[in-house]
């Protein structure tokens, strides 16, 4: 008997410990949106320090070859380029005082700010300019930002013409090159003569940014510290430390016990973010686009009609409100709303199974006895190919996998590891072993489509689905050396017109991002642009 | 076998896995639903017509957890299967040859040993990208050491009895001589072992999911299905409590069985 | 026994080199290498192929191997292709973390598990025993990472108890050391507390298994018959002979110690080794990924030594270098 009374005490402590576990879910289904509420500039504390959760381990402090996000968020306050993007993207002075372009736009002039110092007291100058692009430019450094600055096999010359000019030399006009321009700077004096890959700088780089490295554990975080001679505005903050946390339900975790001021919220938590009081919530577009891509050397997809049965049958509302829960919106075209260059006066089309099915028919594939199209003893059946690990992705095959099957195509989910997927859709010689595949773009500051949709990308590079259009291809190369905005935009709306008739892709999403912010931190933009809320990092401040 | 029934563990054990393997076998008998159909708004809780409630993209996951069992069930018992004929040749050959061969072959399985088995399943994975399949081999490929150093055990002690001298005696094989005559003799301990290798299997593979290369969606498995819910264990915890008490229930039913038949098989404890 | 251990270490020899060659080829064999992670839209695939040439993985892969194992002969390990760090630098840096963790779990482990184990063999088939059984057969039935997250929500989002992830807190970066040591001690809990339930499972399970073992013993039945009190009995006579298969299982129980640390090393943001490898294997990161393979099986082998050599202590009868 006691056996028992024991065992149920046991039983009914689990349950207590399930329940309250349980009790903590969201049980309303409304969410009470809130305005943000940000501290005044007089509640600032002029020692505040800043705690931010970084998705993955900081593996380089060197803006020329880091190739991660983590590593370029911490690069970012460390180091300034000469130029640097605002949140709308536009091009603003940092390091230049301003920049000339010649009228044959080949030859860009960047004027330099004199009295700015590198972080060990060393003066910064055009030298240091020069320095930085050449050893991009230099094949025995491992960066990919090599090919940014070749154009056509030409390589940009860089010319130090005095003490603080600096001037590019570009074999042609070159409309992206202003991106490039904004290349953080790194000093010679440190770099000269040394094997960069491995120098001893890349773990304590020093720069001529808002905040200089104070410690580095790594593994576990970074902390950088205000740079009292910074040549800008000197910053609110006197340290922002990044926490290294790279599971993501554990960033939250985090954030709602205290331990970090922000963290990314994914979809999934959006409503439940919402009922938290100590945190404002930020909401921004961002440039990235989610599509699915069909392989037009599939003999399925070669033919247009049966592209534009899918594109009538996939319900895009459907996967926002699944896989976003409502966080996106439609794309329809091969740019996102935040660019300059985004016109969307495009064929659209509506989610329509009548049409899809009308379309198919047309097209010859006409239903069997098992509810699946057949061609000439084909059955209309493909595979999407995904990346593991990307759970949006993941929903989304899966979501369509259903919709496809109702105009009757047989569709088939294969989850590869990123490595064995660019394997697959890199591959150096077509036609490429895939059907279907869900990727995203995520888009340059840049508007230049010219690497996806250019014919001469196919097979090496990254037009992997084999798209062609002539008109695409001569407006894709009229649009990199056009210096007008204006005319540019014309182009590119030109060419996005063209992509939308066509149906390569099926343009699924554009995500919205969302960030969740300690309401102690202030000095933040209520509606950020694409780069987030810590856009302009000097500016921002933690309450005392 | 009055032994095993004493044991109200190992019962208990014997009647959840037959329940669960009655679950696999007629998973599309008895699931109410398609387990890869969206068939209800998501993450419902738990009601009268979801018994399990709905996943977060509304799918039914009574029928998915289902429908998991034959998966992991299937990828438990194959794993095992590949594990069991791996070793079993290696300890065999071992045990029976002896001298240079069980020199290399023991070396060969020191190697493995000293693997942290982790990095081996993860490459391997990775060499033959994540499916179904894969997942079973990989796990059998990487979980046969022990049972090559039992059987190689048996085999030592077996081969010095008379019934081997007698076989050789009448001529039989070598490989009739292992097979028919001291393979049947060391079959208890290998059950044994198979049972606990079961429940690892089901749990590799759930560790697998949590790194991404176990089985992939949308086939369901109570280790994706883990995974996949530990992302909503606070706000649909009903996602990740079915998957995870399946698995605790089939893990522990395993290794009360397995403990059962080792006392029944040895009968000194 | 000296001549033991130094045949067993030079026995290291060719494991390692068995090792270090199915390593190095099984992740050359996997699709893509490290310049994938470098793929974005504006990256040229000459520029790649540029990388990989100055990485030296245009040659073949034999090739590769002798040339990785005529540098590790020189103690060069090579160099993190994404860190430029060297290899033996980025793993020094990350061991420390990973060896607290496992050594902390495994004295603890093992200070719970003899007397529970005792205790649960002693009173076979009574409460505690029945109730221990499930317990432990529970605590092994648990896939990591659930009970690690379970544990997460309940101490540090709803109790506060502990920090949820990370090694140190960074505002004492200048304290005292013994505020320090609290401080990775408070971090450390939830990590350890997770491993420790893992491996105490298994391993109480066999020290009750040995210890029944013995208690069945006939030295032990004389020893009962002589009038010995029981507390001799089985602190002085059975509990030494039943470490012996507890001290093996311990060397045995390293590699999926190692596996289990990785994994919770991820859930807990924990900056060890363990996540540095996995890391590295999905990353391509092929010196690094050898670097942790070589060091990890060596810490296994000389895991295992040990555990021989402790057998060695616990039971004298056994004797080395015969056999």
């Known amino acids: 008997m006691i056996f028992k009374n024991r065992i149920g005490k046991f039983v009914i402590s689990i349950l207590l410990l399930l329940s309250l576990l349980g009790c903590t879910g969201d049980s309303s289904r409304e969410i009470k949106k809130r305005a943000v509420e940000l501290p005044k500039l007089s509640q600032m504390d002029p020692n505040g320090t800043l705690v931010l959760a970084l998705g993955g381990e900081v593996s380089i402090l060197n803006p020329i070859l880091s190739t991660d996000t983590t590593s370029s968020a911490v690069e970012g306050t460390i180091f300034s380029g000469m130029i640097r993007f605002n949140k709308h993207l536009e091009p603003e002075p940092d390091l230049a005082t301003h920049w000339k372009v010649s009228k044959d736009g080949k030859v860009w002039t960047f004027y330099l700010k004199k009295n700015v110092f590198w972080q060990d007291g060393h003066p910064f100058t055009a030298a240091d300019v020069k320095f930085t692009f050449d050893s991009i430019l230099n094949p025995k450094v491992n960066t990919v930002r090599r090919s940014n600055y070749i154009i056509d096999g030409v390589p940009i010359k860089f010319r130090v013409v005095d003490k603080y000019t600096v001037q590019a030399i570009l074999p042609k006009p070159y409309a992206p090159f202003i991106v490039h321009a904004a290349m953080s700077i790194i000093p010679k004096h440190l770099l000269a003569g040394k094997d960069i890959n491995r120098a001893e700088f890349n773990r304590n780089p020093i720069g001529t940014g808002p905040f200089k490295l104070a410690d580095w554990q790594v593994g576990n975080h970074v902390i950088v510290e205000r740079n009292e001679n910074y040549f800008g505005k000197k910053p609110c903050l006197k340290k922002i430390i990044y926490k290294i946390i790279p599971d993501e339900n554990a960033r939250l975790v985090a954030l709602e016990a205290g331990e970090i001021d922000s963290a990314g919220v994914p979809p999934k938590d959006y409503k439940r973010m919402w009922t938290i009081p100590s945190v404002n919530i930020f909401e921004y577009d961002v440039l990235l686009y989610v599509y699915l891509g069909f392989n037009l050397a599939n003999p399925i997809f070669r033919d247009v009609t049966v592209r534009q049965a899918f594109a009538h049958a996939t319900n895009k509302d459907q996967l926002i409100s699944l896989v976003l829960k409502g966080l996106g919106s439609r794309a329809d075209v091969p740019n996102a709303p935040v660019s300059w260059a985004y016109a969307d006066d495009v064929v659209k089309y509506k989610y329509d199974l009548k049409k899809a099915n009308a379309l198919l028919d047309q097209a010859g594939w006409k239903l069997n006895s098992d509810g699946i199209r057949e061609k000439n003893g084909k059955k209309l059946a493909f595979t999407i190919i995904i990346n593991q690990g990307n759970k949006e992705r993941e929903k989304a095959a899966i979501i369509l996998q259903q919709q496809y099957k109702k105009i009757g195509a047989k569709v088939k989910i294969r989850v590869l590891e990123w490595s064995a997927l660019l394997r697959i859709v890199n591959a150096p010689k077509g036609p490429k072993n895939f059907d279907a595949v869900i990727m995203g773009w995520s888009l340059g500051l840049d508007p230049d489509g010219y690497i996806i949709w250019h014919s001469s990308q196919y097979p090496r590079g990254f037009n992997f689905i084999d798209y062609k259009n002539k008109k695409v291809d001569h407006w894709l190369e009229v649009g990199r050396t056009e210096l007008n905005r204006k005319k540019r935009k014309a182009t590119y709306a030109k060419i996005y017109q063209e992509i939308a008739k066509d149906v390569p892709y099926i343009f699924l999403w554009y995500p919205r991002a969302v960030s969740a912010i300690s309401k102690r931190v202030g000095g933040l933009d209520p509606n950020p642009g694409p780069a987030g809320a810590f856009l302009d990092i000097e500016d921002v401040f933690v309450i005392k | ?269 | 026994m000296r001549k033991f251990v130094i045949r067993r270490l030079l026995q290291l020899i060719p494991l390692l080199i068995g090792i270090s060659l199915i390593s190095f080829f099984v992740i050359h064999l996997a699709p893509g290498d490290p310049t994938n992670l470098f793929v974005d839209p504006s990256v040229q695939p000459e520029e790649l192929a540029r990388i990989r040439a100055n990485f030296g993985l245009d040659k073949p892969v034999i090739v590769q191997y002798f040339y990785w194992l005529k540098n590790v002969l020189r103690g060069d390990f090579g160099t993190s292709y994404f860190t430029g760090k060297p290899v033996v630098l980025e793993i020094a840096e990350r061991l420390p973390a990973t060896l607290l963790l496992m050594v902390s779990s495994m004295l603890i482990t093992l200070i719970i598990t003899i007397p529970l184990g005792v205790y649960s063999a002693v009173k076979k088939g009574k409460f505690f025993d029945q109730f221990f059984t499930v317990f432990s057969f529970a605590g092994m039935a648990i896939p990591s990472f659930w009970l690690g997250l379970m544990l997460m929500l309940l101490f540090a989002v709803q109790l506060h108890w502990f920090p949820a992830v990370g090694m140190f807190s960074y505002q004492l970066k200048d304290a005292v050391w013994y505020i320090k040591a609290l401080d990775v001690m408070h971090h450390m809990f939830l990590p350890l507390l997770t491993m420790t339930i893992l491996s105490l499972a298994g391993m109480s399970r066999y020290q009750r298994a040995a210890m029944l073992e013995v208690l069945k013993e006939e030295y032990i039945k004389t020893a009962r018959a002589k009038g010995l009190p029981e507390k001799v009995v089985i602190f002085k006579h059975a509990l030494r002979n039943a470490l012996i298969p507890t001290v093996t299982i311990l060397g045995l129980s390293l590699s999926g110690l190692f596996s289990g640390a990785f994994i919770i090393e991820t859930i807990f943001a924990w900056p060890g080794m363990g996540r540095l490898g996995v890391q590295a294997i999905f990353s391509r990161n092929y010196p690094l990924i050898m670097g942790v393979v070589m060091l990890s099986a060596v810490l296994i082998a000389l895991g295992n030594l040990l555990a021989d050599i402790g057998y060695a202590l616990v039971d004298p009868r056994i004797r080395y270098g015969k056999k």
């Open chain 2, 1 to 269: 076998m009055n032994q095993f029934k004493k044991n109200k563990f190992a019962i208990f054990g014997l009647v959840v896995l037959g329940l669960f393997i009655f679950l696999a076998v007629f998973a599309n008998v008895i699931s109410p639903y398609n387990p890869e159909s969206i068939v209800e708004s998501e993450t419902q809780p738990p009601s009268l017509k979801h018994w399990f409630g709905t996943d977060e993209i509304g799918r039914d996951i009574l029928s998915r957890v289902f429908y998991g069992s034959r998966i992991s069930l299937t990828v438990g018992f194959v794993a095992v299967v590949i594990a069991i004929i791996i070793g079993i040749v290696f300890g065999a050959l071992s045990g029976y040859f002896g001298g240079f061969l069980d020199t290399v072959l023991m070396r060969f399985v020191d190697v493995m040993l000293a693997f942290p088995s982790i990095f081996l399943i993860l490459t391997i994975q990775i060499m033959l990208s994540p499916n179904i399949y894969n997942v079973m081999i990989v796990i059998g490929l990487t979980s046969w050491m022990g049972v090559a150093r039992l059987v190689r055990g048996e085999f030592l002690t077996q081969k010095e009895r008379q019934y081997v001298e007698a076989a050789h005696a009448i001529g039989a094989s070598n490989l009739r001589i292992i097979f028919r005559h001291i393979l049947p003799n060391a079959i208890a301990p290998i059950v044994v072992a198979a049972t606990l290798g079961m429940a690892g299997a089901i749990l590799t593979e759930s560790a697998l999911s949590f790194l991404g290369l176990g089985v992939q969606p949308p086939t369901p498995s109570w280790g994706n299905m883990l995974m996949d819910a530990q992302a909503y264990m606070r706000d649909a915890p009903w996602i990740a409590i079915f998957p995870g008490l399946f698995i605790l229930l089939s893990v522990l039913s395993l290794y009360f069985v397995g403990e059962g038949l080792r006392q029944v098989f040895n009968p000194k404890e």
